[in-house]
């Protein structure tokens, strides 16, 4: 089966519709606008940098591996976090790129949807279990359950105390809805009291973790979860 890709073009550009047109024989091509609504973002997605009307949508797509198409002036003027292929393109050169990352997306590995609004937390903690899961990183509730439109996570680690949306808001929502009701939680806690970790666990999350606790214990605790099921 092929992997699918994304293309993000609003206008006709040689140079970028050629090497699609090239790829299309190794990959499923899914052409839409930048403005157009994704039901479903692949983990490829290239964005045609000429002519292109909106940046906004495509910078939501932070599940997904981007690659930006232009030349070296479009490139650099761009503010889409994604790697650059510069014109004149090499279409055996990415052909092979593409094809390796298809390959690693294939292989059985653990999506984590991580949501913190503490940047701190967020980096290390990605840092960390990146060696081991794919991991999507949210700053508030409200990001998490945009990724969650999109995506489907193997286990969300859910920070319990944030502004604006908890994490305990954000569980209800969750469970009150058929598309996301099984996806397992585990919070993230800063709490050691016993009133607190009763209320947290009256939630019934799949488990709960300290935030001090060493990466090694975390690592080991998620490893124990999915090890279980």
Do not use: W
């Amino acid at each position: 089966m092929k992997h699918k890709v994304l293309y993000v073009s609003d206008r006709p550009s040689m140079g970028a519709d050629m090497l699609i047109k090239n790829l299309s024989a190794d990959f499923e091509i899914l052409k839409v606008r930048s403005g157009d609504e994704v039901n479903h973002v692949p983990e490829i997605v290239l964005v045609n940098l000429a002519g292109l009307e909106s940046s906004g949508r495509v910078k939501s797509f932070t599940g997904s591996k981007i690659f930006v198409l232009g030349t070296q002036a479009e490139c650099d003027a761009s503010d889409i976090p994604a790697e650059k292929l510069v014109r004149p393109f090499n279409a055996k050169e990415i052909r092979e790129k593409l094809s390796g990352l298809g390959q690693a997306d294939s292989e059985a590995q653990k999506t984590l949807l991580l949501v913190d609004d503490d940047a701190v937390m967020i980096r290390t903690l990605r840092e960390g279990l990146s060696t081991s899961y794919k991991v999507l990183p949210a700053n508030s509730g409200a990001n998490a359950l945009k990724i969650l439109e999109r995506t489907r996570p193997d286990l969300i680690l859910l920070d319990y105390e944030m502004p604006e949306m908890t994490g305990p808001e954000v569980l209800a929502v969750l469970r009150a809805k058929d598309e996301t009701k099984n996806i397992p939680v585990m919070f993230l806690t800063a709490k050691t009291d016993v009133g607190s970790i009763s209320l947290i666990e009256a939630l019934k999350p799949e488990g709960h973790m300290l935030k001090t606790l060493p990466l090694r214990e975390i690592k080991g605790i998620i490893q124990k979860f999915f090890d279980g099921r």
